[in-house]
């Protein structure tokens, strides 16, 4: 199974700030990675797909980029609504298999 | 736009057996899989498995020698069975489309249901 490990578990930070968050392969699965964000009693919703794609409807200041074994999340400007856990995952090979999550928190 | 919604019990005893459908509403079941994911109460997601509009399954090891996705496709609906549960299984259970394009990268999971707590206790 491939694993995948986030970093940072968490992170607070302020409105307008840039935030990165990391996502890292057990093996190379190129450029099948997908990002989620999922807000409290809610399901997840995809932000961007194919490591760098930003889903149709997803905010701009959403990007993604990374291939192989290390990708990362930039949230450009940070807003009051983007409070939530995001998660990754590779679709690389069954099984699918997600990131433990990144929750972020607004200072 | 497609909606989906899983029913199914919210508390089952040790030993019994889980059983959730989802349905599928404005929306073709065709040419798409249909998964089940779950989360334990502040874990992460875990993928259990999926079944494609042919009828084939694939079905995560972890879980593979007690689970059954099924699916009716007169009645867009896709079902999930969980045998012999304990307290590990509990966790809001979600069904979602898997949006897969053969040979690409572009794939994800789109739309999911609400999730439904599932909760095995004595």
């Known amino acids: 199974d491939i694993q995948m490990t986030q970093s940072p578990s968490s992170l607070s930070a302020s409105v307008g700030d840039r935030v990165t968050i990391t996502c890292r392969a057990s093996q190379s699965i190129s450029r099948s990675l997908i990002w989620y964000q999922q807000k409290p009693g809610k399901a997840p919703k995809v932000l961007i797909h194919?490591?760098?794609s930003v889903q149709s409807g997803a905010p701009s200041r959403f990007s993604g980029s990374g291939s192989g074994t290390d990708f990362t999340l930039t949230i450009s400007s940070l807003q009051p609504e983007d409070f939530a856990i995001f998660y990754c995952?590779?679709?690389?090979?069954?099984?699918?298999?997600f990131g433990q999550g990144t929750k972020v928190e607004i200072k | 736009q497609v909606q989906l919604q899983e029913s199914g019990p919210g508390l089952l005893k040790p030993s019994e057996t889980l059983s959730l459908t989802c349905t599928v509403s404005?929306?073709?079941?065709?040419?798409?899989?249909w998964s089940w994911m779950r989360q334990p109460p502040g874990k992460g997601l875990e993928w259990i498995g999926h079944i494609y509009y042919t009828g084939s399954t694939d079905y995560n090891s972890s879980l593979k020698s007690r689970v059954t996705i099924s699916l009716d496709t007169s009645k867009t609906q896709f079902s999930l069975k969980l045998f012999s549960v304990t307290a590990a299984d509990t966790a809001v259970y979600y069904c979602?489309?898997?949006?897969?394009?053969?040979?690409?990268?572009?794939?994800?999971?789109?739309?999911w249901g609400q999730g439904t707590l599932v909760t095995v206790s004595s």
């Open positions: 979602a489309r898997w949006v897969y394009n053969s040979g690409s990268y572009y794939n994800w999971f789109d739309p």
């Open positions: 995952q590779q679709s690389y090979s069954t099984p699918l298999t």
């Open positions: 404005d929306g073709s079941i065709s040419s798409y899989y």
């Open positions: 194919a490591a760098s």
